[in-house]
């Protein structure tokens, strides 16, 4: 395999264009967080903390879940199970990639760096919350969820109330749309032992609580214009965001999840990307 080709099979695998989930939501942080201006330093480590940060938790979940994603008919065609990486290599890659994250966290600030282990063992630890918890997409959202609050620490170097509410924010959207895609998985999870609200409570249920999910994050969403100097264009934002998630489960139902797939990934990729730019916006506004 050329160099080319294996580099475009570790983007397959760690699904490299999902990074479109969590980076903007972090960039969104940076703009509340940057009142005194920002370093262009700064952004390029938190960017390279990001990405190493996915990029470990993506290949550890690979290297995990390979003989899960071996017996289903949906995965069994992912790098691992079918050979076109190894698990020596992908291992070699997970390491890389977490130590990336160190040392952007070092080359950030002091508590960056002594809180590095625990980003990790949240992403880490995800990839194995299915087999003991239907409540596995609530960990999913918090190790997407992280992503702001520590850009929020990498620019102030403190913890504040608005990036925990911005993470819950992350979290309760990320469980909502992972729920949606768990529902494909429902009958396979149960007959393999493994844990999501949709093998649990049903299809019809799982959207259900999916879409109170969704409410929630555009509620703690909006409660952020009180909390942080916002101009009014806030607002387009999260009009934007509700009318986007309001369109994502129109496109799923308990009867026919044809379409999941356009919900998962362009959907959401569009909340997040759209999110950020009306964010930055209303606080470039107001200084």
């Keep these: 395999m050329s160099v ?3 580099a475009v099979a570790y983007g397959r695998m760690i699904k490299f264009s999902h990074s479109v989930f969590a980076l903007p939501f972090a960039l969104t942080s940076v703009a509340l967080a940057a009142s005194d ?9 938190i960017v390279v903390a ?12 690979r290297l995990a879940d390979q003989t899960i994603d071996a017996r289903n008919p949906r995965t069994a065609e992912r790098e691992l199970p079918r050979g076109a990486l190894g698990r020596g290599e992908v291992w070699g890659f997970v390491l890389l990639s977490a130590a990336a994250l160190v040392v952007a966290a070092w080359q950030l600030n002091p508590l960056c760096l002594a809180l590095s282990p625990v980003a990790l063992a949240i992403v880490f630890g995800y990839s194995y919350a299915k087999r003991f918890t239907s409540l596995s997409h609530l960990l999913l959202g918090l190790a997407l969820g992280i992503a ?7 620019i102030r170097g403190r913890l ?13 959207w990320v469980a909502g749309f992972d729920i949606i895609y768990a529902c494909q998985d429902a009958e396979f999870d149960r007959r393999e032992g493994l844990f999501s609200i949709p ?24 409660s952020l214009y009180f909390m942080t100097p916002l101009h009014p264009v806030y607002w387009l934002g999260i009009a934007l965001v509700a009318l986007l998630l309001v369109y994502e489960h129109s496109l799923v139902s ?16 569009w909340i997040s990307v759209g999110y950020c730019i009306a964010t930055a916006s209303a606080r470039w506004l107001t200084l």
């Design 199 to 222: 093998a649990r409570l049903g299809v019809a249920r799982a959207l259900v609580v999916s879409r109170l999910l969704h409410v929630v994050a555009v509620g703690l969403l909006a």
């Design 50 to 61: 990001m990405i190493g940060a996915r990029s470990a938790a993506m290949g550890f979940n």
């Design 37 to 45: 201006g920002l370093k262009w330093r700064q952004l390029a480590w």
């Design 148 to 154: 702001p609050v520590g850009a929020w620490i990498a």
């Design 4 to 6: 080319v080709a294996r």
């Design 160 to 172: 504040d109330v608005v990036p925990v509410v911005l993470a819950l924010a992350v979290l309760a």
């Design 254 to 269: 308990a009867d026919d999840l044809s379409r999941v797939d356009a919900a998962f990934f362009a959907v959401n990729g």
